[in-house]
């Protein structure tokens, strides 16, 4: 597709300086298979004015003819200008940093970039989009993580990221060098971007993996050695983080069940609570009514619809502790909480009239039966008492 031409010379206030908005986006064809690319000019000084060109594609049709970012968005604010289609549009400086590190000086790349590809002004594109990110990820040829860190790379004088050192044969070493490999991986896993929801789909469903760190690239199989292949043992700030736990999933099977999916990552950041939900989405699909949920990708809805949903969908296998959890991270600082609480459980309860307890809920929930918690709900829902048949069942969440 044809894009507009761009400004040949100077610096983005010899373009258009108004930001592209929402007006200036064309609006996506409502074929379920269209998305937006970003083609990124070279340019071989690194401080110039980043250029790019923003066109519609068919996810179908570009399978392994682009690259897909996965980063943290970061504070809104200073935000930075870059060109697109010869106009002047504000990214967040994580993004602009991002970017920057993966322009190449000598030919142009293809990027699929959420903050620019989607017009995120309009509710209804981005959450058509959102719904097609599985997608976009898998056909991707190679997903750039940015792993932006603010601090230089400890003992980088005896680490290059672009010549990684071998990490296997560790043994070999004296205790100095493991120590300054430590605080190496140390640097790597404490990055503020495995703290991030929405990295989790990003990293599992990519076909191959690569990190920037500022100018330093480092492969999947690399990161892999880094992490796994330790003599000696693994220092427990390796292997108990996000990052280890991430590339170990990719070894093996996907759970592809929304509730146990739910219950390891739905405590990781996320600005929108419903996110905690819809980052997950495309990670499932054992389950005809697993991947039904991803038709409920939808951003006008509250989180209190959200869970409604959810249980209408009758795929919870142990629904009241998956409450629970939907609570602690989803519905906190929420008005009227206990009140909800009370309804979606007394709908719950409904779904569910000869309903066995199993898992953690029969070990939790033992000793109520249906007519134990459905006399919760003669209690008062207008917040004079906190009691009721949430209160009950945390109750018994916290005898263990």
Known sequence: MSVNPLVADGSPD?????????????????????FRLLRVLPSPISTSTIRCELYTASISREEDKYIAGSYVWGPSEPSKSIVINGKS??????????????????????IWIDAVCINQDDIQERGHQVQEMKRIYSN?????????LDNAMPYNSIFNLHRVIDLVHWRRRDNRRRMRQEKQADYLVRAEYWSRIWIVQEFLLAKDLTLLMGSHRLSARRLKSILRDWTGGTPDLILYSTARFLVDFRQGEFLREFESTFWLFSNMQCSLPQDAVFALLGLVGKRAKDMELIGMID????????????LAQNILQEPFYSLRIYDMHLLKNQEDNHMHMHDVVNMQLQYHAHWPLRGSDDSRYADLDGSCLRMALALPTDGSSRLGEYGVILAVHTQD
Do not use: M
């Open 14 to 34: 010899s373009a258009e300086t108004h930001n592209v908005t929402s007006t200036q986006y064309l609006p996506l064809p409502h074929d379920g298979d269209s």
């Open 299 to 310: 951003y006008s809805l509250t989180v209190w619809q959200l869970l409604q949903r959810i």
């Open 140 to 148: 991707a040829k190679c997903v750039y993580c940015w792993l932006h």
């Open 89 to 110: 549009f504000q990214v967040r400086s994580n993004l602009f940093r991002f970017l920057r590190a993966f322009r190449s000086r000598r030919r142009s790349q293809v």
